[in-house]
Nanobody
Framework: QVQLVESGGGLVQPGGSLRLSCAASGFALDYYTIGWFRQAPGKQREGVSCISNRDGSTLYADSVKGRFTISRDNTKNTVYLQMNSLKPEDTAVYYC????????????????WGQGTQVTVSS
């Protein structure tokens, strides 16, 4: 069964950290660029970061640059999103997704999505 499963979300205080994982089963992640996206209540889903399978190049949304780091471990078939200095505005459901194309934060280029993990930043 082909699956993408996100984990690692939770409740954290402002300034805290979380590491999200995106684990694939049924297929190899190293054939794809992997993106992280998020959707806050009442808002559109937006791109957060992505990492290329070809050269490991990365992209970040301006809102998370310097705070979030994306990485991949192809031996574990998993992509990670390390989130530091979290802010209340980072509160959202976070999704990972695959695209066979070049790194991009454009949603419609991604064709397979996980179910998401909730991140809540609050004191």
């Amino acid at each position: 069964q082909v699956q993408l499963v996100e984990s690692g979300g939770g409740l954290v205080q402002p300034g805290g950290s979380l590491r999200l994982s995106c684990a694939a089963s049924g297929f190899a992640l190293d054939y794809y660029t992997i993106g992280w996206f998020r959707q806050a209540p009442g808002k559109q889903r937006e791109g957060v970061s992505c990492i290329s399978n070809r050269d490991g190049s990365t992209l970040y949304a301006d809102s998370v640059k310097g705070r979030f780091t994306i990485s991949r471990d192809n031996t574990k078939n998993t992509v990670y999103l390390q989130m530091n200095s979290l802010k209340p505005e980072d509160t959202a459901v976070y999704y990972c997704a695959t695209t066979p194309g070049n790194p991009t934060l454009i949603l419609y280029t991604y064709d397979y999505w996980g179910q998401g993990t909730q991140v809540t930043v609050s004191s």
